[in-house]
């Protein structure tokens, strides 16, 4: 029997691996190759995706890790160019980018805009925050950098989101984190919490009681957010709702665990599919968890070679697993498998600190303010309202 057909949502390059900083939570093992993708590859890359008819409706290109404002506008320039030029009219293509902020100018800016690029600056707060982890390669910090990148884009009026990594401290710090977004005029916010990934081990993951204090942090951030009124999205809060509140027949999607949903490229040509992490890894049992090279080989062969690896095997041995113990299956899909494996020793496993920081605590937030507001013990807020209305929830309680 041939193999279901893919749906690529999203396609993640690396346009190269090199990293101007060097934070110290960093998981890529090659942030110091200088190596820029070729023209050729990203023109490789497009005609094969496009030419299979696995693109969904519209896809997402994330240009990302290690920093991708490192290679200059004109780069990009071209590969949107060649990407637009092989776009079938029934694909949308929208392009992102996950930057560190450093080297944003006007030139940058006006790429972002020309291209409605979605940008995406890691910050991790205050200064205090930040340079604890996001430093220079001679230890010195890069906040004053950021900022100053952060304030061009709102000069120039490109929209933008914040990411922020989450480690220990910051979990008793919501209120200094929410005063310093709204002073600086980013409302849009995203959390990562800090992962154990590759070779990082995070301290927070290693603390018993981070479930409880993540919980109290992003309660106490939502709610003092919502009175605030500044910030308009919370990804961890607004997408677990889309989520949580869906109509019953409509599944949740998990694109880490689809073979080549994610469709993960390095500088070199080389895929990789599930969490975009596992590019530049390595492991003793999968190896480099690469499919081929798309310089090399054809999209229907890379697909292949996934669907036919213990890796897949694996990954949904995972997911099933899931599907059979977890209460929150129906709004996470199986999570993700990179956090599996660094934390369990294992794709085949369910539970992580990870799933329960990232899934477990949003859902149970958000049913606990939706019992909240049947009781009529808070009042509603425009999204809550929209949302609450939606249907029943195909999420089952925990006790
Ligand atoms: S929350 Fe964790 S255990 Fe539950 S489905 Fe997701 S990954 Fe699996």
Not at 281 to 302: C, E, M, P, Q, W
Not at 336 to 345: C, F, M, Q, Y
Not at 348 to 370: F, M, N, R, W
């Amino acid at each position: 029997m041939s193999p279901v057909a893919p749906e690529v949502g999203m396609v993640v390059i690396q346009p190269t691996g090199f990293c101007n900083i060097d934070c110290a939570y960093c998981y890529l093992p090659n942030r110091n190759d200088k190596h820029v993708m070729a023209q050729a590859t990203v023109k490789r890359l497009f005609s094969e995706l496009f030419s299979s008819g696995w693109a969904s409706p519209r896809i997402t290109v994330v240009w990302h890790a290690g920093e991708p404002l490192v290679v200059p506008p004109s780069f990009y320039r071209e590969a949107f160019a060649t990407i637009e030029a092989l776009r079938p009219k029934s694909v949308e293509v929208a392009h992102s980018f996950q930057t560190n902020g450093m080297l944003i100018n006007a030139e940058w800016c006006k790429l972002f805009l020309d291209w409605k690029v979605g940008v995406g600056v890691s910050i991790d707060g205050p200064r205090e925050l930040h340079d604890a982890n996001r430093r220079m390669r001679n230890g010195s910090g890069t906040f004053d950098r950021t900022l100053a990148g952060i304030r061009t884009l709102r000069r120039e009026g490109v929209p933008f989101h914040v990411i922020s990594v989450l480690g220990r401290k910051s979990l008793d710090m919501a209120d200094e984190l929410l005063d310093f977004y709204t002073e600086e005029g980013i409302d849009h916010v995203c959390f990562n919490v800090e992962e154990s990934e590759g070779s990082h081990i995070s301290e927070l993951m290693e603390e018993a009681d981070r479930q409880v204090r993540y919980a109290a942090f992003l309660r106490r951030f939502w709610h003092r957010a919502r009175e605030n009124g500044r910030i308009q999205f919370v990804r961890e809060i607004d997408l677990a709702i889309q989520r949580i509140f869906r109509p019953e027949e409509v599944a949740t999607r998990n694109i880490q665990t689809e073979p080549l949903a994610m469709l993960n490229v390095d500088s070199r040509g080389n895929v990789s599919s599930f969490s975009p992490e596992l590019l530049g890894l390595r492991n003793v049992d999968y190896g480099d968890y690469l499919f081929g090279n798309i310089d090399r080989d054809s999209l229907a062969k890379i697909h292949d070679n996934c669907v036919r690896s213990a890796l897949m095997r694996d990954i949904q041995a995972g997911v099933d697993a899931c599907a059979a113990t977890c209460d929150y299956f129906s709004v996470c899909g199986g999570g993700a498998p990179v956090n599996k494996l660094s934390e369990n020793g294992s794709f085949a496993s369910t539970d992580t600190g990870y799933c329960a920081l990232t899934q477990k605590v949003p859902t149970d937030l958000i049913l606990e303010a939706y019992d909240q507001l049947e009781r009529g013990t808070v009042e509603p807020s425009p999204t809550m309202m929209a949302t609450a209305l939606t249907g029943p929830l195909p999420v089952s309680r925990t006790p």
